[in-house]
C-alpha cells in the first residue's frame, strides 16, 4: 500500500521537486494505522471470539460436531474451509 502510495505521489509531483521532497520528509517512511484499520482488527477480533464461544458451548452441552459446524455456516455465514479450521482450532476434548 505504501509502494502503491509513493508511486502515485511520484506521478502526480514528478514536475514538483520541492514538493516532492517536503512529502517525503513529512511521510518519513512511516506508516500510520488508519482507525478503519483498526476497527477491523477490532471486529475481526470479536467475530473469532465469538466463534470460539459457540463451538465451546456447544461441545460442552453435547451438540455433535456436525451440527455445530453447521450453526458456524447458518451463524457466521462462513466457507466450509474456513469452518474446518475453526473447528480443528476449538473443539477440543477434555484432556486434550
Known sequence: MVRLIRRILDYQLRKENNL?????EIMGGKVLDL???????ERRKGIEQGIEA????CREVGVR????AAKLKSKFSLPDELIEEYMAKYWKQSGE
Open 35 to 41: 482507525p478503519s484499520d483498526q476497527l477491523r482488527e
Open 20 to 24: 516532492k521532497e517536503r512529502m517525503d
Open 54 to 57: 459457540l463451538i465451546e458451548t
Open 65 to 68: 460436531k456436525a451440527d455445530t
